[in-house]
């Protein structure tokens, strides 16, 4: 680790189906590294209530209170304190907002006021800087490499998912991190190919995590 034993805060992005969790289970091996899992439990039990599969059933519905709950469980998350030189996050606020927030309202499921509600709450949460991130890791996966995977796991939830909802949320993932069109999130990305087996795909991310510490 490097002497000035500086922590650094590292998100890893992608498209649903590009391979995150997995990564995150092989890093949670290295004592480097504390992992926060994206809160998919609170979003499939909110007080008892299933929103991820109600926000899939009828999105013009749910759409709204989906991306609120997420909002605020994310940037819970990014406050989180933890001990290991390495917090390794899965998704940030920034997806929520750059990719899916903005994938609802492109795609007119979300009413420009809900949109606009969104994002001022976003603003405020970003602004005081508890939502800082010194990485992103950016799992680059062709949409139809994320189907394949998707319908492969049958996650429940995610029956409905198609190939043209994956094609706009990489488009959203390309804007952000590879076209740079944000501001607001502005770390250094790293682009892993994701299409690449999940084995090959965490050795390369586990090289830049190390990369990171030990410079
Ligand atoms: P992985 O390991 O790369 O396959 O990643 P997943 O699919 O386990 O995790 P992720 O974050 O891509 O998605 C989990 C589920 O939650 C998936 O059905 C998409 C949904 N999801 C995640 N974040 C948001 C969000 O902010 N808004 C909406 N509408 N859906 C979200």
Not at 126 to 136: E, F, M
């Amino acid at each position: 680790m490097s002497s000035s034993n500086k922590k650094f805060t590292i998100a890893v992005e992608g498209n649903i189906g590009s391979g995150k969790s997995t990564v995150l289970q092989h890093l949670a091996k290295s004592s480097l590294c504390d992992i926060i899992a994206e809160p998919v439990e609170n979003w499939t039990n909110l007080k008892g209530h299933n929103i991820l599969a109600m926000l899939y059933d009828d999105p013009q519905r749910w759409g709204f209170a989906f991306q609120a709950n997420a909002q605020m469980t994310l940037a819970k998350l990014h406050a989180q304190p933890t001990k290991a030189p390495v917090k390794v996050m899965e998704r940030s606020i920034y997806s929520a907002r750059y990719c899916f927030v903005e994938n609802l309202y492109r795609t007119k499921i979300l009413h420009s006021v809900e949109y606009e509600i969104l994002d001022d709450w976003f603003q405020m949460l970003v602004s005081n800087g508890l939502c800082h991130l010194d990485l992103i890791i950016y799992l680059r996966a062709t949409p139809e490499t994320c189907l394949q995977r998707i319908q492969a796991r049958h996650r429940s939830e995610e029956e409905s998912i198609d190939l043209g909802y994956l094609q706009t949320l990489h488009e959203c993932h390309e804007e952000w991190l590879i076209q740079r069109q944000r501001t607001n999130s502005s770390p250094p990305v790293i682009i892993v190919d994701a299409n690449q087996t999940k084995e090959r795909v965490y050795i390369d991310t586990n090289t830049h995590v190390n990369n990171l510490v030990s410079c």
